[in-house]
Antibody
Framework: EVQLVESGGGLVQPGGSLRLSCAAS????????MHWARQSPGTGLVWVSH????????DYADSVKGRFTISRDNAMNTVYLQLNSLRADDTAVYYC??????????????WGQGTLVTVSS | QTVVTQEPSLTVSPGGTVTVTCASS?????????PNWFQQKAGQAPRALIY???NKHPWTPARFSGSLLGGKAALTLSGVQPEDEAEYYC?????????FGGGTKLTVL
């Protein structure tokens, strides 16, 4: 059974930093792209970033470029999102999701339950 | 800045058929945009329905289908059930980044 469990959210002051983690299980982690997306209260989903299986390829939404960094540890089956220079509009539930790879097609299929990041003084 | 546009809201009667569309500000949506569709109910994580325009996941009910229609990606629900009331999102690929549509709130009434 595929499982994705996010952690690391919490309350942080503007300008602060936070590192989110997503622990994966139930599939061959190193073969799959992994994504982060977010959803501010009462609003829609926003794609944030993705990383390929060996960590050599990453992309970011313009709104987080230069402030957020995605990485992964395939030995730990974990993907990370480092959030720096946080602003109030970064307040959201952050989800990790499994992407494609290994011939599975261009997809995003399984999602975690999310971790809440609140940026406030 | 790429914008992906969906109908903000749609209403359908139980047993009816409804189509949600997904348009791109950069031009026609093609198979190269690898459209994905998701359903999200209040307080829950998104659930994947369709990938690569028209492919269903093993758990996707048969009444959901995906296609390209008039330069847009489309999600059609045939024989709508009350439990289909939810928010629906498309996701398009732009050669390095993905962009979600703004979401469509589907009401079954």
């Amino acid at each position: 059974e595929v499982q994705l469990v996010e952690s690391g959210g919490g309350l942080v002051q503007p300008g602060g930093s936070l590192r989110l983690s997503c622990a994966a299980s139930g599939f061959t982690f190193r073969t799959r792209w992994m994504h982060w997306a977010r959803q501010s209260p009462g609003t829609g989903l926003v794609w944030v970033s993705h990383i390929n299986g060996d960590g050599s390829n990453t992309d970011y939404a313009d709104s987080v470029k230069g402030r957020f960094t995605i990485s992964r540890d395939n030995a730990m089956n974990t993907v990370y999102l480092q959030l720096n220079s946080l602003r109030a509009d970064d307040t959201a539930v952050y989800y990790c999701a499994r992407g494609g790879g290994g011939g599975s097609g261009w997809l995003v299929d399984f999602w975690g339950q999310g971790t809440l990041v609140t940026v406030s003084s | 800045q790429t914008v992906v546009t969906q109908e903000p809201s749609l209403t359908v009667s139980p047993g009816g058929t409804v189509t949600v569309t997904c348009a791109s500000s950069t031009g026609p949506v093609t198979s190269g945009s690898h459209p994905n569709w998701f359903q999200q109910k209040a307080g829950q994580a998104p659930r994947a329905l369709i990938y690569d325009t028209s492919n269903k996941h093993p758990w996707t009910p048969a009444r959901f289908s995906g296609s390209l229609l008039g330069g847009k990606a489309a999600l059609t629900l045939s024989g709508v059930q009350p439990e289909d009331e939810a928010e629906y999102y498309c996701l398009l690929y732009y050669g390095g980044a993905w962009v979600f549509g703004g979401g469509t709130k589907l009401t079954v009434l």
